[in-house]
T-cell receptor
Framework: QQQVKQSPQSLIVQKGGISIINCAYE??????FPWYQQFPGKGPALLIA?????SEKKEGRFTISFNKSAKQFSLHIMDSQPGDSATYFC??????????????FGTGTQLKVEL | DTAVSQTPKYLVTQMGNDKSIKCEQN?????MYWYKQDSKKFLKIMFS???????INETVPNRFSPKSPDKAHLNLHINSLELGDSAVYFC?????????????FGPGTRLTVL
């Protein structure tokens, strides 16, 4: 049972273009939605995260758009650069103390930014 | 200064053997995790400890046993290794157990079972 569905599986974008990765979730208990970036041979690292009380969050070239009614959220990378080439994971978890931070990850999107 | 470190980085072993992976974090975090990343890069949580107490135990075979001697260390012991255990295992830590805090991942241990 895949609780967080991610698409596309892979994405090729030209340098300077916009990369868009989409995720959809099913569990309405989820209320924290981070995106992690993973380079080959490294562990994932937090890129940006959003809570459902806002519809958009921007940090530099990275923006999360969130649609609570549709249970969907997406990552937009503006002015994509070759250094952005990595695997991107969306994730979701409920926010409650004491119960553990159980992140459910999407299946990942391998992004390649070409010159 | 490595925040979350794991040893070894690579582990190649035969089916049926027992092996351990060690994890240490120097961030002062209360919560630590083990994740498994399979060949398709799918990341799934296995265990989580908070201050040495097990708080998340996903449906993982009994052959996997985590141990937390103190809140800075979380080790993973695997008995009777099987081919399907081949994967990259990541240790992670976070400041507390709430869902809205960043998890810091280690560099991973690539386990290959022959």
């Amino acid at each position: 049972q895949q609780q967080v569905k991610q698409s596309p599986q892979s994405l090729i974008v030209q340098k300077g273009g916009i990369s868009i990765i989409n995720c959809a979730y099913e569990n309405t208990a989820f209320d924290y939605f981070p995106w992690y970036q993973q380079f080959p041979g490294k562990g994932p690292a937090l890129l940006i995260a959003i809570r459902p009380d806002v519809s958009e969050k921007k940090e530099g070239r990275f923006t999360i758009s969130f649609n609570k009614s549709a249970k969907q959220f997406s990552l937009h990378i503006m002015d994509s650069q070759p250094g952005d080439s990595a695997t991107y994971f969306c994730a979701a978890s409920p926010i409650y103390r004491g119960g553990g931070n159980k992140l459910t990850f999407g299946t990942g999107t391998q992004l390649k930014v070409e010159l | 200064d490595t925040a979350v470190s794991q040893t070894p980085k690579y582990l190649v072993t035969q089916m049926g053997n027992d092996k351990s992976i060690k994890c240490e974090q120097n961030l002062g975090h209360d919560t630590m995790y083990w994740y498994k990343q399979d060949s398709k890069k799918f990341l799934k949580i296995m265990f989580s400890y908070n201050n040495k107490e097990l708080i998340i135990n996903e449906t993982v075979p009994n052959r996997f046993s985590p141990k937390s001697p103190d809140k800075a260390h979380l080790n993973l012991h695997i008995n009777s290794l099987e081919l399907g255990d081949s994967a990259v295992y990541f240790c992670a830590s976070s400041p507390y157990t709430g869902g809205d805090n960043e998890q810091f991942f280690g560099p991973g241990t690539r386990l290959t079972v022959l």
